[in-house]
């Protein structure tokens, strides 16, 4: 089966930086992605690894070690618009989340 | 371009009725899920298909039927509605490989 891990909660303030850590524990793999959620919205997606290293899409960027089933999500400049829950998941013929972290940003 | 669409937004079941849940794509996406989510369990996957007529279980199927007739479309059955199965429905669709799921705007059901 799979798992992943993830912190509940993560608080910053804004326009500084923060990382949101993933660990995964899974029989099939293709890759690790992330997805926002605003509150009362549906998931969104942001951003996928299929390869180790980083990629970077904006203000956000994610990495992925594969050998240490590991990923994170790092998001520059925040904005009070960030304020919402990410969710990293696995997929392999389908695609499971972790429980997700909460962000809050402070002005 | 419509993308994922579910149908209800909102309903309110009784214990033991039975329920259909209609999530209907124009992507042309070959997978498709049903997710449920409650308060602090992330996304948990009920049921999911790789194609047309093909369907499988996920982490919570218990209580969940499931049928893809058409490419298109994604049916998610309540035989007997549980106050437990009281939460928000996401359906999603994604090309192959799921890089990347699309998701309806949730379904929002209450079972009193």
């Known amino acids: 089966g799979q798992s992943l891990e993830q912190p509940s909660e993560v608080t910053a303030v804004e326009g500084a930086i923060v990382q949101i850590n993933c660990t995964y524990q899974?029989?099939?793999?293709?890759?690790l992605s992330w997805y926002q959620q605003h509150d009362g919205g549906a998931p969104t997606f942001l951003s996928y690894?299929?390869?180790?290293g980083l990629e970077e899409t904006g203000r956000f960027s994610s990495f992925l070690s594969r050998s240490d089933s590991y990923g994170y999500l790092l998001l520059q400049e925040l904005q009070m618009k960030d304020s919402a829950s990410y969710f990293c998941?696995?997929?392999?013929?389908?695609?499971?989340f972790g429980k997700g972290t909460r962000l809050h940003i402070l002005p | 371009n419509a993308g994922v669409t579910q149908t209800p937004k909102f309903r309110v079941l009784k214990t033991g009725q039975s329920m259909t849940l209609l999530c209907a794509q124009d992507m042309n996406h070959e997978y498709m899920y049903w997710y449920r989510q409650d308060p602090g369990m992330g996304l948990r996957l009920i049921h999911y298909s790789v194609g047309e007529g093909t369907t499988a279980k996920g982490e919570v199927p218990d209580g969940y039927n499931v049928s893809r007739l058409k490419k298109q479309n994604f049916l998610l059955g309540l035989e007997s509605a549980a106050p437990s199965q009281t939460s928000v429905y996401f359906c999603a669709s994604s090309y192959r490989d799921s890089v990347e799921a699309f998701f309806g705007q949730g379904t929002r059901l209450t079972v009193v």
């Open positions: 690894n299929a390869l180790d």
């Open positions: 998941a696995v997929s392999d013929d389908k695609i499971i």
């Open positions: 899974t029989s099939g793999f293709y890759g």
